[in-house]
């Protein structure tokens, strides 16, 4: 997508094959949802780590705020993936995991405006069916 300026914008996130084909059909297609928008924000940005608020998440990932809490909790626990979270038990920062930056895999090459303008819009079944159009 080029700007008024004629400048191209876009790109895309690499997610590996293999933590595709290994955790997709093991999450619900909410939790799907928010685990792209959450690798959006870390290694879409060449990231390791973000503070991304579970009001980002809501918005980023079109899930409710019980799901989205509900799921942030399960990433605490989860290898590829693992949250911070306060004594009160409020997420504060989401940490991608060494497995999710692996250069040398076999990846797919997820377009981000998939992943800014249609997460939220779908549902999370939708949404998988969509991501798997894009696996090489």
């Given at each position: ?69 509900r799921a942030a909790k399960g990433f605490g626990n989860w290898p590829p993936y693992f949250s911070t979270t306060t004594p009160n038990g409020t997420t504060k920062r989401f940490t991608a995991g060494d497995t999710l930056f692996s250069a040398s895999e076999p990846y797919t ?28």
């Amino acid at each position: 997508m080029a700007d008024k300026n004629g400048k191209q914008h876009g790109g895309y996130t690499r997610v590996l094959n293999e933590f595709l084909d290994l955790y997709m059909p093991m999450m619900s297609g909410s939790e799907f949802k928010m685990l792209m928008f959450l690798l959006r924000k870390t290694v879409g940005w060449n990231r390791r780590s973000d503070h991304i608020s579970i009001s980002q998440v809501v918005r980023g990932a079109g899930v409710g705020k019980r799901t989205a809490v509900r799921a942030a909790k399960g990433f605490g626990n989860w290898p590829p993936y693992f949250s911070t979270t306060t004594p009160n038990g409020t997420t504060k920062r989401f940490t991608a995991g060494d497995t999710l930056f692996s250069a040398s895999e076999p990846y797919t090459r997820f377009p981000n405006r998939i992943i800014d303008e249609l997460t939220p819009t779908l549902t999370g079944a939708e949404f998988k069916m969509v991501q798997c159009g894009f696996e090489g």
